[in-house]
């Protein structure tokens, strides 16, 4: 089975390790044989898989699990949380949703408790970036607009690489990782200048601000492309049906960061009326 994805290739030879673990024929007594088949084995049933591959179905599943989970948690944090608390709440559950964002990424831990923990850190900043921007800015009306443009983005996107428009090929997805570093790089450093009153624009409302701003929201459109293209992989290699949890974390994270760009953008163009 081969992928232009080094980590879901080596996945794969791992999930069919799994599959095989296990197999062999019934001995005479029903149990199942771990090694050489018993003698008469070819009389009886193969054992059942020692796992389940994942499907489309659990991807879609679970990523509509883990945004209610967000959904649910961004309303309460939104409705709980204190005005004078919400840069405080902002700031740590941006810091934890990181720490947490990076081990499920780098590790590739298929551990449905820790990825709907993320899921509900996810929901508190969200929710504290949203009411930061629409009831403490007083930009009236912008979350609905930016959920909106949110998943109308997310089911182009879906339909675009449905339709092979856009293909997630090799060349595609380096450059994508490159890129997306790149941002991330940049949105730190900007970040840790603006702690010592330095400020780049990137963040500001004006020329820098919003190229910025469309440079983020057109590189996090095309991140869904390298999640629907690992969703395709991995129901191709067989991975465990556990893997569907990752697949899922990878989508809400893009949604994420698509939904806060364009909360970002929206507030611009507000602030020029």
Not at 202 to 212: P, S, V
């Amino acid at each position: 089975m081969k992928t232009s994805n080094p980590v879901l290739s080596r996945l794969g030879q791992a999930a069919e390790r799994e599959r095989t673990a296990g197999y062999g024929a019934y001995g005479p007594t029903g149990a199942p044989g771990y090694g050489q088949p018993y003698p008469g084995a070819t009389d009886y049933p193969a054992a059942p898989p020692a796992v389940k591959p994942m499907t489309i179905d659990d991807v879609v599943v679970k990523t509509v699990t883990l945004l209610g989970i967000t959904g649910v948690s961004a309303v309460v944090a939104w409705n709980v949380v204190p005005d004078s608390a919400t840069g405080a709440a902002w700031i740590g559950a941006a810091v934890i949703g990181l720490i947490l964002g990076l081990v499920i990424s780098f590790m590739r831990m298929a551990n449905p408790a820790l990825i709907v923990t993320y899921a509900v850190i996810e929901g508190v900043f969200v929710g504290m970036a949203s009411k930061f921007f629409q009831e403490i800015l007083g930009y009236q009306g912008i979350v609905l607009q930016a959920v909106t443009a949110t998943f109308g983005v997310f089911f182009l996107m879906a339909i675009l690489y449905k339709a092979k428009v856009i293909r997630a090929t090799p060349k595609f997805q380096r450059g994508m990782y490159a890129v997306m570093g790149g941002i991330f790089a940049l949105i730190l450093i900007n970040l840790v200048l603006s702690l010592f009153g330095v400020s780049t624009g990137l963040r500001d409302n004006g020329a820098i601000g919003y190229i910025f701003s469309i440079v983020c929201i057109v590189v996090a459109a095309l991140s869904f492309i390298l999640s629907f293209n690992e969703v395709e992989e991995g129901v191709r290699l067989g991975l465990p049906q556990r893997y569907s949890w990752v697949a899922a974390f990878g989508i809400l994270v893009s949604l994420v960061w698509l939904y806060l760009e364009i909360l970002r953008l929206l507030s611009f163009l507000q602030g020029d009326d």
